[in-house]
């Protein structure tokens, strides 16, 4: 049977009020010699306090939530890591949630988090979420978004890439290369992230005066197995270059190319975006954008809490990280 509130204050030989205020850190009128009995008996009976039924007193739970599209997708594990990270240092939990890029199960995510009373989110919507909706708009739960931007009232910051500038980068990297017919693989074309990834692609091809082929642009998912299929699949192999919208689209392609008895890079180079650990561990190591994962979740994490800390800050705006091309073996200059 677990200890009460109720069986430390008779151990102690005073009220439940006194407990509970030692407990919520609200003990200034109570004595040293009381307080210190309290605790020591606490630590005797191992004592856990029920941090829901404290938040009901203090109105702060010291827990965030973080949702993210997919907790397999490294970009993602990284941000994580870098949330929880600052967050632990700062003496917050952290609830994680993985949305499987399901905007349904997204909305049921942060109802489900918002029930247990966490004092904000951090939120990376899915490639699948759209402005459009007005569900999120007035959200009274403070919340940071990462990587994707929504109109949300409650938004106290954004972080981001400069996505239009990392894609132009790997395509003018591309287009240095002696690559002019270059396929671009997208994820879905719904929210900002994905339309400024593919603006950064057909910026690159426009100022370095290379005709734009609109059957070279392909709308898919930001996942292994669907960039996989789709290359297996292609009846015509007539491009020299595939630049993707992710790494994991990337070694998707990889593979699928090497299957169907192509080389990689001498055949078809190829680029991807992200810069997660299997891309330099992969044959060929891949040439990439890099994006500070764990450094975006960290900075994420340090705004929300900032704000929790001092409820009258204003939002900080967008911060936004400046991407990094990182040459590998996977990309060729042609003949």
């Given amino acids: ?59 702060r739970t010291k827990t965030i939530g973080l949702l993210i599209p997919d907790i397999r997708n490294p970009f993602f594990t990284d941000i994580s890591r870098g949330a929880e990270d600052y967050a632990r240092k700062e003496g917050y939990n952290i609830i994680f949630c993985s949305t499987d890029e399901d905007y349904e199960r997204e909305v049921e995510c942060i109802e489900m988090i918002c029930e247990k009373m966490v004092d904000g989110i951090i939120f990376a919507p899915s490639s699948n979420t759209s402005n ?7 959200l009274n739960t403070p919340m940071v978004l990462v990587d994707k931007n929504l109109d949300i009232s409650n938004s106290k910051g954004l972080v981001k890439v400069d996505n239009k500038n990392g894609t132009y980068e790997a395509t003018k990297h591309l287009i240095n290369k002696g690559h002019k017919e270059i396929l671009y693989l997208s994820g879905p074309l719904k929210n900002d992230i994905t339309r400024d990834r593919l603006n950064g692609y057909l910026r690159a091809l426009e100022k370095n005066n290379v ?125």
Wanted: proline fraction near 3%; charged fraction near 30%.
């Fill in 132 to 138: 459009k909706d007005d569900r999120y708009k007035n």
């Fill in 211 to 335: 005709n734009l082929n609109e059957d070279y642009i392909v709308e898919g998912k930001y996942k292994y197995e669907w960039s996989y299929e789709f290359i297996k699949n292609m009846k015509e192999i007539n491009y020299t270059a595939i630049c993707c919208a992710n790494d994991l689209m990337a070694i998707g392609a990889i593979q699928a190319l090497r299957e169907r008895g192509l080389n990689v890079p001498n055949d078809i180079s190829v680029v991807g975006f992200d810069d997660i650990q299997t891309a330099k561990l992969i044959d060929p190591s891949l040439t990439t954008v890099r994006q500070p994962a764990y450094e975006m979740g960290e900075k994420a994490s340090e705004i929300l809490i900032d704000y929790l800390k001092n409820k009258d800050k204003d939002s900080v705006g967008t911060i936004t990280f400046k991407p990094e091309l990182i040459v590998r073996n996977s990309t060729k200059s042609i003949e």
């Fill in 1 to 59: 049977m677990s200890v009460t509130i109720k069986d430390i204050a008779n151990l102690a030989g005073v009220s439940k009020t006194t407990v509970s205020k030692v407990i919520n850190n609200k003990d200034e009128s109570i004595s040293k010699a009381t307080k210190d009995k309290i605790l020591k008996i606490m630590k005797e009976q191992n004592y856990v306090p029920n941090k829901l039924a404290q938040g009901l007193v203090t109105k």
